[in-house]
């Protein structure tokens, strides 16, 4: 069976923070329900007209379309509630007190539910009511101001650890919450900040700010030139290796595997002090090896010879990475516009727990299951909540990323 068979979510998230989140709960076998506005659904389905941002982040759910700005939708909704452990949602400042659905108002009609709310600087303190996204809750954070290089100005990162970060330790806080509902019979409220989340990946480079005293000074590619990344042969924008020799057995696995040995006596790279003092002298002895071999051989050979390392790997190399498809972690999931795609995997892998790869849902793909199975009803009432605007079910969404059901 699955870790997580028999919880039961209703999702009310929209673009990454919270699809994160419940899609990591999904896939340790949560009944994640996705309640979408008919119009559209989540944003993610159409952002920046990429359909791949959507199904990457939504995985293993079901879509119902129900309209909760209407009497009707909000009322279908708290009828649905007491099927459910859990109610998550991620809306901007304000927007579940206008559509009166809080905490209050859930455990009214559930009483041990579980109400989870991520937001972008929490729910009180003087910038509560901000708007915020991913990057936004990265500068408020910290993670800019360590990212560039030395002598340049703050860079935003590649990794998106605002939204997801954020979803991940909001998971964990639910599936403990759970733990804990099944031990007392008692729901709770959980809020999450995504600036304090953020900090919790913020803590290594706080540590090297005497507990706030200072800041923490960008490095560019790497604090020393044994920790640091090297351009390889190829001269492509990502034909580099980053290697980490952080122990004087790691440097001398590095010399050897470089073949100058003659560092290990030589006085300017006796230790990290002097490596850095003299940084730009071993940097040029060690670019002129990995810039003779291609990435991965230089990978290859410096993991081989105990330093580590790794090419610097794009998302078209994670994709057709030959260890990361040998372990079965690209997963192939049959898309009903795009045929067969690739998706990246899940790391957690449980030996007593299993549950199948299933790709994203359309919009409102499973309204007439959902609400047959929560409230019992039939057809007819159904097909009547359709005519009448409350609930979509299995409309396409207009635009490339939207995505026709058969």
Not at 236 to 260: E, F, H, K, S
Not at 292 to 301: P, V
Not at 328 to 348: D, S
Not at 371 to 394: H, N
Request: aromatic share 8%; net charge negative.
């Amino acid at each position: 069976m699955a870790a997580l068979n028999g919880l039961r979510i209703l999702d009310l998230t929209q673009y990454e923070a919270g699809p994160s989140c419940t899609q990591c709960l999904a896939w340790l076998g949560a009944d994640v329900v996705k309640v979408e506005a008919p119009a559209g659904g989540d944003p993610g389905r159409t952002l920046l007209g990429l359909a791949g941002y959507f199904l990457n982040w939504n995985c293993n759910k079901r879509s119902v379309a129900l309209d909760l700005r209407r009497p009707e939708g909000r009322d279908v909704l708290l009828r649905m509630a007491p099927h459910y452990d859990v109610f998550i949602e991620n809306y901007g400042p304000g927007v579940i007190e206008k559509l009166d659905l809080g905490y209050d108002v859930l455990k009214a009609v559930q009483p041990s539910i579980i109400y989870a709310r991520i937001k972008g600087f929490g729910l009180d303190g003087p910038w509560a009511d901000y708007k915020c996204y991913d990057m936004v809750a990265q500068a408020a954070a910290g993670t800019l101001s360590v990212t560039g290089e030395a002598d340049g100005p703050p860079m935003r990162p590649g990794t998106t650890i605002g939204d997801s970060g954020t979803g991940v330790q909001m998971a964990l806080a639910i599936a403990a919450a759970y733990v804990q509902k099944l031990k007392t019979g008692q729901g709770q409220l959980i809020e999450m900040s995504m600036q304090e989340a953020v900090t919790y990946y913020m803590r290594t480079a706080a540590s090297n700010s005497n507990f706030g005293e200072r800041p923490t000074l960008r490095t560019g590619t790497g604090p020393l030139p044994t920790l640091r990344l090297y351009p390889c042969k190829g001269g492509g924008p990502n034909d580099y290796v980053y290697l980490m020799a952080v122990t004087p057995r790691m440097w001398q696995a590095l010399c050897t595997v470089i073949g100058r040995q003659d560092l290990l006596a030589d006085p300017r790279f006796e230790d990290d002090r002097n490596r850095y003092k003299n940084h730009e002298a071993l940097e040029d002895i060690i670019t002129a090896w990995t810039t003779a071999r291609d990435k991965y051989e230089a990978m290859r050979l410096l993991a081989e010879g105990g330093v580590p390392a790794s090419a610097v790997l794009d998302t078209k190399d994670l994709h057709d990475n030959p260890h990361l498809n040998a372990r079965g972690f690209i997963q192939e999931v049959e898309h009903p516009e795009r045929g067969k795609v690739r998706l990246l995997g899940w790391a957690a892998r449980m030996s007593a727990s299993q549950e199948p790869f299933r790709t994203a849902p359309g919009l409102g793909e499973h309204s007439s299951e959902v609400l047959a199975q929560d409230l019992g009803l039939d057809a007819a009432g159904i097909k009547q909540l359709v005519a009448d605007g409350v609930v979509g079910g299995g409309q396409a969404v207009a635009g490339k990323a939207g995505w026709a059901l058969p």
